[in-house]
């Protein structure tokens, strides 16, 4: 019995993008699927391009609420235990989905897959720096440097949320970043290694851009939360806490940089009040 797939695409004033992001889910050689679009408080014709490609496709819409609570409603409404996210700027290759779902039914005791992405800025092929390359297995310390698992190419199992809990809506940006670092503390990464996701970036509305600046504030506090978890072990703690130095020492230096003297000082201070607070005797 083929197992079914809840595709979910938040989007908020995307418009431009979006139809090439449906196309790419429908054009799928994996059939066996339904797709959620989220559409995140949009003021273009997002609304009216959806309901023009197809009957087939869930439309919700909400209040403007940001990219998790989005990605939250769309796994709220899934069917299917089985749950792909795809951003609205990007697109799946066609056998996406139907790789990865046999790769998952080979390793049935996975929770959780990603795959390899193609990178293109204002479309151009860009090559991917080492530290980018996608991992499998234990990818908890990768999580802390940076976001290792792309949002376009996870495949996930429901249960995952049971076990970890939904995306964190107090985070404008980072929200995957935030969620990867729970799930990998506790599962392991099934890595389908080949770029089955195509990303275009380089754009002034990305949240990559709107939060370039900042997003290393996202991540210290995601890694505060992680710490105050309780849940990781020994050598996890030790990781953790030294990227929190890492990350402090560059956000909290750029503050005082830019005149933000007290902000600055309070950051730099955080990582031996992390020690004290969450390393063992």
Not at 123 to 150: M, P
Not at 163 to 169: A, I, M, S, V
Request: glycine share 8%; proline share 3%; hydrophobic share 35%.
């Amino acid at each position: 019995m083929e197992k079914f797939v809840s595709v979910i695409i938040p989007t908020y004033n995307r418009e431009r993008f979006l139809q090439k992001a449906i196309d790419s889910v429908l054009g799928q050689t994996y059939r066996h699927f339904e797709l959620i679009v989220v559409d995140d408080g949009s003021a273009d014709n997002t609304e009216r391009l959806v309901k023009n490609c197809s009957r087939d496709i869930v439309y919700i819409r909400q209040d403007n609420k940001g990219p998790a609570a989005a990605r939250n409603s769309g796994v709220a409404a899934a069917r299917h235990e089985l749950v792909a996210f795809l951003d609205s700027d990007d697109r799946f290759a066609p056998d996406k989905l139907a790789l990865q779902v046999s790769a998952m039914e080979q390793h049935p005791g996975c929770l959780v897959s990603h795959t390899g992405e193609t990178w293109y800025r204002r479309g151009r092929l860009l090559n991917q720096k080492n530290r980018h390359r996608k991992n499998g297995g234990d990818i908890f310390k990768q999580s802390l440097e940076l976001c290792g698992v792309g949002m376009s190419t996870v495949l996930l199992h429901k249960k995952i949320f049971i076990l970890y809990g939904p995306f964190d809506e107090e985070y404008p940006c980072c929200e995957d970043y935030e969620l990867w670092l729970r799930v990998s503390a506790g599962q392991q990464f099934l890595l389908v290694d080949r770029p089955l996701t195509l990303k275009d970036g380089g754009r002034d509305d990305q949240l990559s851009t709107i939060y370039r600046v900042g997003m290393d504030k996202y991540r210290i506090k995601a890694i505060m939360k992680i710490l105050a978890s309780g849940v990781l072990t020994g050598k996890q703690v030790e990781a953790a806490l030294e990227e929190l130095r890492r990350k402090c020492i560059i956000y909290g230096s750029g503050c005082i940089k830019h005149g933000r003297t007290e902000e600055g000082a309070s950051y730099l201070a955080l990582p031996e009040e992390a020690a004290n607070r969450f390393r063992g005797p």
